[in-house]
């Protein structure tokens, strides 16, 4: 019983019946324009002016419907009217990625919309608008019929004539009846009608095969994009903390005996946060869905500067670079960047001391990276700070694992015999698609 009651007090049905009647309102100057062509063909009997006026009625319909802007209006309007959840329409494309973003989800060829797609709106136009004007006559006259039949409104008898068809209520208990029940008639017109449009707003208005792959395609893209960002965040920011962590060490433990290494030591701290900073405004610009200004791009160029930076630590680095470096462009510089960025950043935090072997090669297959550092818990030589104070968060290596993964590359990290650690990674020149 509640149940059959229930849509009666549910305020969605009046505002869909709202909805409705707004639709058929909106129709009515296309309705002057389709009755011109009927007028204008005079000689035709009614019926076939009649018809002509209602195909063409309901082709100018259609023909609003198949524009893309009417589609947005209608969704945004069934969800505050209807009270469904319908999602914004969303343009079937390949999704495209920031610079460096690396390789993002693309579209399958078969979520390309189809004929049918394109026609789901006009159908949905023609219907909204074939039942707004059905169930407003319908409810209106039932409404109004309910207020003219008690004969305490009229003050005498009442007659209601209606397409050749007559009602003469006799006065008493009889017209109170009947009107109640044209009243409860006209309720039950508005519930049906706003149950039929909610029940056709998702087949219609809501997403159709093709933009339902669409929105799930964008969703990873969003998804491999903040896990992207994550990583830079990781990785530029971890770096310069842990850099800067064992440089105010250094500065602290020379700046009487050396003032001249703890000034170099506080100046390498302020060029390596001031990197971090502008890595850090660019991504919380993009978290925040804000137009970010241009992305900081660190490349294999920036590597002698990073080298540099960590000297001034204490570490002793033994960089070997091979090959044309400078062909090296795009993506595969950036990661190999930001590879051995996080590399040297664990051979400061987990270290031994001693020195610390880069290689970098660039060959014509691809290009060869490693870190071999010592291992244990040990002073850093010319530092005074205990590489074992890190607290190790689980997420480097496997961070390391997946940007290499994404890019087709070979990824090695473990122990160098008995005292090394070694971080060995391959990446090939040509992507593969």
């Not at 063909?41 to 009614?46: E, L, N, R, S, T």
């Amino acid at each position: 019983m509640n149940r059959a009651i229930r849509p009666f007090l549910h305020g969605s049905t009046y505002s869909g019946a709202l909805f409705a009647f707004l639709g058929a309102t909106a129709s009515a100057p296309l309705l002057l324009l389709a009755v011109l062509p009927a007028l204008m063909w005079g000689a035709a009997p009614y019926g076939v002016r009649a018809a002509l006026a209602l195909l063409v009625w309901a082709a100018l319909i259609a023909a609003v419907g198949l524009v893309p802007a009417v589609r947005r209006v209608l969704i945004v309007s069934a969800r505050r009217l209807l009270k469904v959840r319908l999602p914004d329409p969303v343009p079937v494309r390949g999704p495209v990625g920031p610079p460096g973003a690396g390789p993002v989800p693309a579209v399958p060829d078969h979520a390309v919309p189809s004929g049918a797609d394109r026609l789901r709106t006009p159908a949905w136009l023609l219907l909204h608008v074939a039942l707004g004007w059905a169930g407003t006559l319908a409810s209106g006259v039932l409404f109004l019929m309910g207020l003219a039949l008690p004969e305490d409104w009229t003050g005498g008898d009442t007659e209601i004539a209606l397409l050749g068809w007559t009602l003469r209520p006799e006065r008493g208990w009889q017209s109170w009846v009947t009107a109640a029940v044209c009243v409860l008639l006209a309720v039950l017109v508005c519930v049906a009608m706003s149950g039929a449009l909610r029940w056709l707003a998702p087949r219609l208005l809501g997403p159709s095969p093709a933009e339902r792959l669409t929105l799930a395609a964008e969703r990873e893209r969003r998804l491999a994009e903040r896990n992207r960002l994550a990583h830079e965040l990781h990785d530029s920011i971890g770096h310069t903390l842990t850099a800067a962590t064992i440089q105010a060490a250094v500065a602290g433990e020379v700046l009487a005996a050396d003032p001249v290494a703890a000034r170099a030591a506080l100046r390498s701290i302020e060029e390596s946060t001031r990197a971090a900073l502008e890595d850090l405004d660019y991504v919380l610009g993009l978290l925040r869905e804000e137009k970010a200004e241009t992305a900081p791009v660190r490349t294999l160029a920036d590597l002698p500067e990073l080298l540099d930076r960590l000297r001034h630590t204490g570490a002793r680095i033994e960089p070997d670079l091979t090959g044309d470096l400078a062909q090296v462009q795009g993506t595969l510089s950036r990661a190999a960047y930001r590879i051995l960025q996080e590399g040297l950043t664990n051979a400061l935090r987990h270290g031994g001391g001693g020195p610390i072997q880069v290689e970098l090669a660039a060959a014509h297959d691809g290009l060869r990276l490693s870190v071999v550092n010592r291992t244990g818990h040990r002073t850093g030589t010319g530092a005074a700070v205990d590489r074992g104070i890190f607290p190790t968060s689980g997420h480097g290596l496997p961070g390391l694992a997946e940007r290499i993964r994404l890019l087709h590359g070979e990824f090695e990290a473990g122990p160098h015999g008995a005292e090394h650690w070694r971080l060995a990674v391959r990446l090939p020149v040509r992507v593969p698609a």
